[in-house]
């Protein structure tokens, strides 16, 4: 290829702001940079010099190496490092340049085809990762593993030699720019052991890793308990055994996760060297010290090892031991139950609306993740409880001291992840700054925190991790680490001037040559006579003289052609080098290296220095984390009027002047307020031992308010036993062990279900499995299938909750006829939701009493929808019939009165009858807004004269 094609091509790929730089002052050194051209210029005899050179039918030395990378990558897009770029190439540069909306070129040919390709800048990779991890893909990084100037000693036409150095995936990432700071990033597996001959049922073991805190557990499930674990998790990727990823029963498990499947290798899950590989991780002679495994756990905890090996290529996340998780300890709440409740995200997938998003007053990225995952978790062990309420309630009673944390802990950033990448070699400068901030929010959070006396055990906690943090690591990171840093360690000039004296030293002799550089630009001027003369650089000819073509005859002629050796003529300018810009250069580049070496010098010393720290600001990390959640409920339950529930052993249910934590915010925002209710759903006595749960049974009209009642409950539960305080005015609940809910099921189409079944089989589940210290909550169980088949499920659900289940239970029904089931079940408890009616309208009081609803009032809400008025009309005329007839269709109903008769003669709406008042007829009229000052006032006299005149009337 003729050089200046190759220029050319190398020239198309920089930015021409950066080329129409001049030298008109000192500047620092990279802005006196091209890119870099010289890498520029290698990518560019990659596959299209190579590609021509090659004869048609045989393959170029980078393509060939291009292949083989890719075919040890099959199922990853191959990001394929060319100098400044990082170039697609066939199939994967397809699928990117649709992806990310980049334009697809073509670069050579490969056996006489065009090769498609598109490229991203190295410096933007991050953002473009992010947006193919987001949709699923998976990207491996092929670097550069040498100099271009070390591959061109091996001959003009050797290639640069590259490999793999990372494959990143959706679980495996460390960047901030790629990470949710307020949710955990969890790569999970799942092993499996089939159902035994005695009738055991399948197990199955959860190993789940947050790589960029290092946070690492397992768990053991029986077969119907993996979906409730997996939506806990809510893992971004999930690795599943090839052997089981197309079970049809778990196949929708895998898709309604929400996590990108990985179908994993059954090596990766051998049970015979699972324990041996995680010895070897954390380097130890054996597991012991970190508990004891299931055979199951072992192997699925060692998939994530064996991911993480094959993925990281020689790197090793620093993990924490495993931790396992018992079966109890966390309140059980399957997938569904999570998903109606809203906890963590809506039914339509937002974290805006969920009870998560309300509730979140926390101001550190690890506080959020640590609520989520509480929020995700709520303990069953009534004295873990109480100490996180404690916490709480510390915060709560000291209103200045919460304000002063919470200022503090803004200003903490992420510890626990920056450590992460600087212990894999991934971290920068700014990284480095992370810890020595954080480390000093800890110190001024522990001074602070210090002075209470009586802390409670969970602060008592936090402060010993944060007493024992390394102090003075952030004294020395302040000391050696400028105010302004770069992004990248390469990039130097992160060092503070005056931590080391030969750096200072190095720097000035290089600042001082470009000083002699930018005044040698007008000497030159002068000499020649040239007053456009400008002296560049860039990292092909270094700095050169750059002048207009019409001048270059003159600096080609004698006498100053004795100063200016012509290096290059391009089609708008003439460049020349001199003997005295090539000796500054040289020192500038020598004092830049040997700076670049120290600064990475120091980067290394520190970096040992934090690693050898690294156990105790993960647990400084943390314990900010901690007393962040507990600020932030205090903080939320000020705002809000939260108290503080009793949590005990007991089996009771006592609810005071509960509120919807959700719909409570959504009506603040209105202007309106939320009407408490109370509820009661202990054994009605309270003893130890549990005589069965008393079960509420609410009726009442649509609308009214039973969802919302029912919600708030299993809600207040949730919070209660995270270690939140709650919306009520009191709130007394024994242990909570499972909570189940079965609040308006969808489709669930994809899965081949339909409403009815969906919803039969949450109730199946739950009958089956819910306990005395269950909570369930049934939002209207059997209206997705005929009258009288729903209430005879209905019916028979609740005789089963009453003498089997002995739950607590709140059930939402439209079938009155269940009231009756009080008289014979002495737990059942009848209550319905006040309404009022006027003038035929109703008026929701949201207010729950004793007593069975005597209807629906169905109708009247389907009017308020604004349901036409003829259907209204002719809904309320079938109505009387039906009612009339006791519940069949009578013949006359079906002959008579079509719909549009009934149009025809109901009254128009808007028409107001003749007995009505006329006061309200005048109000009806009124549009308060269209009314000056003056007209309102006249307007209150007439409606004034207007009520006397029938007052009088009526007497
Ligand atoms: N306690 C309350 N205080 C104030 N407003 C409430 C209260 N409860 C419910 N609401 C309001 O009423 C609306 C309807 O409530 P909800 O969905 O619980 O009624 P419902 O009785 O379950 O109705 P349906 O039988 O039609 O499902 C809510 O969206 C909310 O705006």
């Not at 702001?17 to 940079?33: N, V, W, Y």
């Not at 339950?637 to 949590?647: F, I, L, Q, S, T």
């Amino acid at each position: 290829m003729p050089v200046s094609k190759l220029i050319g091509f190398a020239l198309s790929k920089l930015e021409p702001s950066r080329l129409r730089m001049t030298l008109t002052a000192p500047l620092p050194q990279s802005e006196f940079d091209e890119p870099n051209q010289d890498e520029a210029a290698v990518a560019a005899v990659g596959p299209q010099d190579e590609a021509e050179a090659a004869p048609v039918g045989h393959i170029t030395p980078v393509m060939q190496q291009f292949v083989e990378i890719k075919a040890a990558n099959p199922d990853s897009l191959l990001f394929f490092r060319m100098g400044d770029f990082y170039e697609m190439f066939f199939g994967d540069a397809e699928v990117a340049s649709r992806a990310l909306g980049i334009t697809l070129t073509k670069r050579g040919k490969h056996l006489g085809e065009d090769i498609p390709m598109c490229g991203v800048p190295v410096h933007a990779a991050d953002d473009y990762l992010q947006r193919l991890i987001a949709l699923g893909h998976r990207v491996a990084v092929c670097e550069q593993l040498e100099d271009p100037a070390e591959a061109r000693k091996r001959g003009s036409k050797a290639v640069v030699r590259r490999d793999v150095i990372r494959l990143v995936t959706p679980g495996t990432i460390t960047e901030d720019n790629l990470l949710d700071a307020r949710r955990s990033n969890y790569l999970a597996s799942v092993a499996r052991t089939k159902a035994g001959a005695e009738g055991a049922g399948d197990r199955f073991a959860v190993a789940f890793a947050d790589m960029s805190t290092g946070a690492f557990r397992v768990l053991e499930v029986e077969g119907g308990g993996l979906a409730a674990a997996i939506a806990r998790i809510e893992p971004r990727e999930l690795l599943i055994p090839d052997s089981i990823i197309g079970d049809d029963d778990l196949k929708p498990l895998w898709r309604q996760s929400g996590a990108a499947s990985v179908p994993t290798p059954r090596a990766f899950f051998d049970g015979a060297t699972a324990g041996d590989r995680l010895a070897a991780y954390f380097g130890v002679a054996s597991l012991d010290a970190f508990g004891r495994f299931t055979r199951l756990e072992l192997q699925a905890a060692s998939a994530v090892i064996a991911y993480l090996d094959k993925t990281q290529i020689g790197q090793r996340p620093p993990l924490d031991p495993p931790a396992r998780e018992g079966e109890t300890g966390i309140m059980s709440i399957d997938a569904a139950t999570r998903a109606n409740l809203e906890l963590a995200r809506t039914l339509s997938g937002e974290r805006r609306g969920s009870l998560l998003s309300v509730i979140d007053r926390t101001v550190t990225g690890a506080g959020a993740r640590l609520l989520a995952e509480r929020l995700a978790a709520p303990l069953t062990d009534p004295e873990a409880i109480r100490h996180r309420l404690d916490a709480v309630d510390l915060f709560l009673r000291e209103p200045a001291l919460r304000a002063d944390i919470s200022r503090r802990l803004s200003a903490a950033p992420d510890m626990a992840r920056a450590l992460t990448r600087l212990v894999m070699g991934r971290g920068g400068p700014r990284d480095m700054r992370a810890i020595g901030e954080g480390l000093e929010a800890a110190a001024g959070v522990l001074r602070r925190l210090a002075e209470i006396e009586l802390p409670g055990e969970e602060i008592a906690a936090a402060l010993a991790s944060l007493a024992s943090a390394p102090h003075g690591l952030a004294g020395d990171l302040a000391a050696a680490l400028d105010d302004d840093l770069p992004l990248l360690k390469r990039d130097g000039g992160f060092v503070r001037t005056g931590y080391r004296a030969d750096l200072d030293e190095t720097r000035s002799l290089r600042d001082e040559s470009r000083r002699v550089i930018a005044s040698l630009q007008a000497t030159y001027v002068d000499l020649s006579g040239i007053k456009s003369l400008k002296i560049k650089h860039n990292n092909v000819l270094g700095y050169f003289v750059d002048i207009g073509p019409n001048h270059a005859a003159a600096m080609m002629a004698a006498p100053l052609n004795e100063t200016f050796i012509h290096r290059q003529t391009l089609a708008n300018a003439v460049r020349f080098s001199t003997v005295e810009l090539g000796q500054l250069e040289g020192r500038i580049a020598s004092a830049g290296e040997r700076s670049l070496a120290i600064e990475m010098q120091v980067f290394g010393e520190l970096s040992a220095a934090i690693e050898r720290e690294a156990a105790a600001i993960k647990r400084a990390a943390e314990a900010l984390a901690v007393i962040d959640v507990a600020s932030a409920l205090a903080t939320l339950a000020d705002e809000r009027g939260y108290c503080r529930p009793k949590v005990d052993d007991s089996f009771a249910f006592h609810i005071e002047a509960g509120r919807h934590p959700v719909v409570e915010d959504v009506l603040r925002t209105e202007g309106q307020s939320f009407v408490a209710n109370d509820s009661d759903i202990g054994p009605s006595a309270e003893t130890g031992a549990p005589d069965g749960g008393r079960i509420w049974l609410i009726t009442g009209p649509n609308m009214a308010g039973k969802s919302t009642f029912l919600r708030q409950n299993a809600l207040i539960a949730v919070l209660a036993q995270m270690g939140s305080f709650v919306p009520a005015k009191s709130a007394h609940i024994g242990t909570v062990d499972r909570l189940f809910s079965r609040v308006g099921a969808a489709d669930d189409l994809a899965r081949g279900r339909s409403t009815f079944m969906v919803e039969m089989i949450e109730t199946a589940a739950i009958l089956n499995q819910a306990g005395p210290r269950a909570l369930v909550i049934l939002d209207e169980i059997g209206r997705g299938t005929a009258t009288f088949d729903g209430l005879s499920i209905a019916w028979a659900t609740i005789e089963h909750l009453h003498a089997v289940n002995r739950s607590r239970a709140l059930f939402a029904t439209h079938y009155h006829e269940l009231t009756a089931l009080s008289e014979r079940l002495e737990r059942i408890v009848n209550a319905t939701v006040k309404v009022r009616e006027w003038k035929g309208d109703v008026v929701f009081l949201h207010e729950i009493v004793p007593g069975a609803a005597d209807r629906s009032y169905g109708i009247q809400v389907a009017r308020l929808a604004g349901l036409p008025p003829a259907v209204v009309d002719r809904a309320k005329s079938v109505l009387a019939e039906l009612e009339k007839s006791g519940g069949s269709a009578p013949a006359s109903l079906i002959d008579d009165l079509p719909l549009f008769t009934a149009a025809r003669r109901a009254p128009r709406r808007e028409e107001a009858p003749e007995d009505m008042p006329k006061v309200l007829e005048m109000l009806d009229g009124l549009s308060p807004d269209d009314l000056s000052p003056r007209e309102a006032l006249e307007m209150l006299y007439s409606l004034k004269a207007e009520r006397l005149r029938e007052k009088r009337k009526a007497d």
